[in-house]
T-cell receptor
Framework: AQSVTQPDIHITVSEGASLELRCNYSYGATPYLFWYVQSPGQGLQLLLKYFSGDTLVQGIKGFEAEFKRSQSSFNLRKPSVHWSDAAEYFCAVGRGGGADGLTFGKGTHLIIQP | GAVVSQHPSWVICKSGTSVKIECRSLDFQATTMFWYRQFPKQSLMLMATSNEGSKATYEQGVEKDKFLINHASLTLSTLTVTSAHPEDSSFYIC??????????FGPGTRLTVL
C-alpha cells in the first residue's frame, strides 16, 4: 500500500527566507505526486503535480518541487516566502492515476516570522 | 479554476440523528467525486469514491451503512452520516474529479455531534 511521510509537523521561516518542505513516499509503481495547500476556511488548493517527465516541477505561487526516485522524495521549495504562505501543506500520492483517490501525508504547518 | 462547494460548512447535531452533507461541482460535471475525513491536526483520509449513477466504493474500515453516499447527478454527491455519535465528529471534505488527472476540493464541512 502507498504511504506518504512528511517528517516536519511544524516549520518556522522568516519572511523572505527560502523554504523546503520534505515529503517521502512509498509506492510500488510510478507515483503520481501532488502538493496541496490548505488555508483556514478554504478548500485544498493544488500547488503542483508530477506524473512523468522533467523531475523539477513548477507550480503556482512561486513553488517548485523536485522528484527524486532514488530517494523516494518529492520536496517542495520556494526561494522567498511571503507572510501569506503561512498555511498547512500536504503532500499526496495518487493511486493508479492522477485523479484517483489520494493518500495524504500528515501535513506540515508553515509559520512565517516577520 | 473549477469550483467545488459544500453545504453546510458547519453543522451541530444530537447523538443518534442523521446529517446530510452536500458536495457540488459548480462549473463542471464530475462523474467521480471523493469523500475524505480529516481529524484535527491530522491528515485527510479517503473514505469513499462516489461515481455518478452507481454505488460508491468504500475504503477498508469505513462503514458503508453509517456513511451513505449518493451521487445522483453529475454535479452533486451527498454524504449522510446516519445515527451520528460523538466519535463521528470530524471535518469532512469532498473533491471532484476534473479531466484525467486533477481533482478540486471543497472547503469542507465541520460536523460536531453532541
Amino acid at each position: 500500500a502507498q504511504s506518504v511521510t512528511q517528517p516536519d509537523i511544524h516549520i518556522t521561516v522568516s519572511e523572505g527566507a527560502s523554504l523546503e518542505l520534505r515529503c517521502n513516499y512509498s509506492y510500488g509503481a510510478t507515483p503520481y505526486l501532488f502538493w496541496y495547500v490548505q488555508s483556514p476556511g478554504q478548500g485544498l488548493q493544488l500547488l503542483l503535480k508530477y506524473f512523468s517527465g522533467d523531475t523539477l516541477v513548477q507550480g503556482i505561487k512561486g513553488f517548485e518541487a523536485e522528484f527524486k526516485r532514488s530517494q523516494s522524495s518529492f520536496n517542495l521549495r520556494k526561494p522567498s516566502v511571503h507572510w501569506s504562505d503561512a498555511a498547512e501543506y500536504f503532500c499526496a500520492v495518487g493511486r493508479g492515476g492522477g485523479a484517483d483517490g489520494l493518500t495524504f501525508g500528515k501535513g506540515t504547518h508553515l509559520i512565517i516570522q516577520p | 479554476g473549477a469550483v467545488v462547494s459544500q453545504h453546510p460548512s458547519w453543522v451541530i447535531c444530537k447523538s443518534g440523528t442523521s446529517v446530510k452533507i452536500e458536495c457540488r461541482s459548480l462549473d463542471f460535471q464530475a462523474t467521480t467525486m471523493f469523500w475524505y475525513r480529516q481529524f484535527p491536526k491530522q491528515s485527510l483520509m479517503l473514505m469513499a469514491t462516489s461515481n455518478e449513477g452507481s454505488k460508491a466504493t468504500y475504503e477498508q474500515g469505513v462503514e458503508k451503512d453509517k456513511f451513505l453516499i449518493n451521487h445522483a447527478s453529475l454535479t452533486l454527491s451527498t454524504l449522510t452520516v446516519t445515527s451520528a455519535h460523538p466519535e463521528d465528529s470530524s471535518f469532512y471534505i469532498c473533491s471532484a474529479k476534473f479531466g484525467q488527472d486533477t481533482q478540486y476540493f471543497g472547503p469542507g464541512t465541520r460536523l460536531t455531534v453532541l
